[in-house]
């Protein structure tokens, strides 16, 4: 069964960092793509970021290219949001997703709450 746990989520101030964490198991992820997402309040589920497990390769969202940073650690099969420059708008539910290599996604996490205040 796979998982997907999220966690580093918290309260922090305009300007300021997190790192965003999803511990991932019950199979072998080789050939997925794991994402993050988002979910402001009365808004739709945003995708933020995706990693290639194999490749390594990356891509972003427009809207936090250069303050976002998706990276991976095979050897304890977590992948991370490196969030800088946070800002009010970026307060929201951060989910982590799995799928694989050009389909859709098919596993999630529970979610993390991020608020940054002003």
């Known amino acids: 069964q796979v998982q997907l746990v999220e966690s580093g989520g918290g309260l922090v101030q305009d300007g300021g960092s997190l790192r965003l964490s999803c511990a991932a198991s019950?199979?072998?992820?080789?050939?997925?793509?794991m994402g993050w997402f988002r979910q402001a309040p009365g808004k739709e589920r945003q995708f933020l970021a995706h990693?290639?497990?194999?490749?390594?390769?990356?891509g972003y969202a427009d809207s936090v290219k250069g303050r976002f940073s998706i990276s991976s650690d095979h050897a304890k099969n977590t992948v991370y949001l490196q969030m800088n420059s946070l800002k009010p708008e970026d307060t929201a539910v951060y989910y982590c997703?799995?799928?694989?290599?050009?389909?859709?996604?098919?596993?999630w996490g529970q979610g993390t709450q991020v608020t940054v205040s002003s």
């Open positions: 019950g199979r072998t992820f080789s050939r997925y793509a």
């Open positions: 990693i290639i497990w194999s490749s390594g390769s990356t």
């Open positions: 997703a799995a799928g694989a290599v050009g389909r859709s996604y098919d596993y």
